[in-house]
C-alpha cells in the first residue's frame, strides 16, 4: 500500500497556474522538485507509488507522482530535502481540507479518486466556475 504527501499549494491560483509555475521551473532548472525542510522517514512507502496532492484555494485538486526523494543542506547550512516530481498534473476530485503548515502524510484510504474525463459530478465540478463548483462540493452537492 503507497503511502502519498499532501501539501499546500501557497500563492497558486488554480491546476493551469501550478502547470505553468512548474513548467518555467522544469525549464529553468532542468529537474522538477519541490523543496522541503524535513525528510520523509517513510520514503521507501512514499517511493512505491505515492503522490503529492496539491491543496489549492481549501480543495486538494491535483496529484503528481513522486519520483525521488534527496536529502541535501540548503543555503544556510541546514538540512533539507528534495520532493523529485514527474511532470505530469493528475486532477482528483474536489476534497476540502484545512490549512496547515508543512506537508503531511496521507494515507491511501483517504485519498480522493483520480477523475477520468468520464461523464461525473467531479468532472461537472472541473467544468464550473471554481467558485461555484468549491461551494456545492462544501454544501455536499457534488
Not at 64 to 73: E, F, H, K, N, S
Not at 102 to 123: N, Q, S
Request: glycine share 8%; hydrophobic share 40%.
Amino acid at each position: 500500500m503507497s503511502l502519498h504527501i499532501i501539501k499546500l499549494s501557497v500563492g497558486v491560483e488554480d491546476v493551469d497556474h501550478l502547470m505553468e509555475l512548474q513548467k518555467v521551473r522544469l525549464k529553468r532548472e532542468g529537474v522538477l522538485q519541490h523543496i522541503t525542510r524535513n525528510t520523509p522517514k517513510q520514503a521507501a512507502e512514499i517511493l512505491d507509488g505515492g503522490s503529492i496532492y496539491w491543496v489549492i484555494k481549501k480543495f486538494v485538486r491535483v496529484r503528481q507522482r513522486l519520483v525521488g526523494i534527496v536529502r541535501g543542506v540548503n543555503s544556510e547550512g541546514r538540512p533539507s530535502c528534495a520532493l523529485q516530481l514527474d511532470p505530469t498534473l493528475i486532477r482528483t476530485e474536489l476534497k476540502e481540507f484545512r490549512a496547515f503548515q508543512g506537508w503531511r502524510y496521507f494515507k491511501e484510504e483517504d485519498i480522493p479518486k483520480d477523475l477520468t474525463g468520464g461523464v461525473t459530478d467531479e468532472a461537472t465540478a472541473e467544468a464550473l466556475p471554481v467558485d461555484m463548483a468549491e461551494e456545492l462540493k462544501a454544501l455536499g452537492l457534488l
